[in-house]
């Protein structure tokens, strides 16, 4: 049993662990079957959503930081997917295309996209220059330069990138329930069925998970990071301020 010290955290923490009758008391809500159920649905949609945005955003966004050229396809990119609202994004959708699970993940698809598009560019055009003109030098084709130098260098910034974003689309994912999705969202938007205990439940387990992807992508973006990268950054930290390594200039 709960204590019941706990008070509505309480009742929300065994809502996930136990059954219930709903509020109605017409059928059984909660419990590790119900809410791992939810659960796997919400992983499921978001994962799936954040793969597909990076098989698209990702070779794009190396080959426009490789060229050069375009950035304002990826500032544009970025700035649209902060100015439209998730909500706004899914109703439109269920209204052209439909409810379900692909209408949905098509919607959580184009909010992913710009910030992986955006990471991929900055990464790959904050390589440093002498370290591409010497591959040029060494006779590396263009794109071995942009897969074995610029993608290992730019990769850090890249998982970020995707880090974002899929922390973005598990939160917004809670709001698939009105597209006819059962994710975790379903005890939040239905509190005369689940009640406070469930709504509260649900919102417990979709911070857990979103606190769990976003360290095990923490600790991803770590492992990547090339070793010289490492090395330089922890040198760099032990500096005094005064003899602090400065930003390189932008200036030509």
Partial sequence: MIPAALGPFGDAIE???????????????????EVGQFTLTHLTLSLTATLIAT????????WLGHIGRFQFLATSVSNIGRAVPALGLIVFFIAFLGVGFVNVCAALVLLAIPPILTNAYVGVRGVDPETVDAANGIGLTGREIATRVELPLALPTIM????????????????APLANVDTLGRPIISPN??????????CIVVALVTLGADGAFAALQRAVTPKGLK????????LPVKFAIPKRSTAT
Wanted: proline share 2%; net charge positive; hydrophobic share 45%.
């Fill in 55 to 62: 098989a698209i955003a990702l070779p794009l966004g190396i």
């Fill in 193 to 202: 069925v689940y009640g406070t205990a469930g709504q509260l439940g649900a």
């Fill in 231 to 238: 090395v330089g950054q922890r040198a760099r930290s032990r």
């Fill in 160 to 175: 970020n990138g995707i880090r974002i974003s899929l922390v973005s689309v598990i939160a917004t994912a809670t709001i």
């Fill in 15 to 33: 809502f996930i662990f136990r059954e219930r009758e709903s509020q109605a008391g017409t059928v059984r809500i909660g419990g590790l079957g």
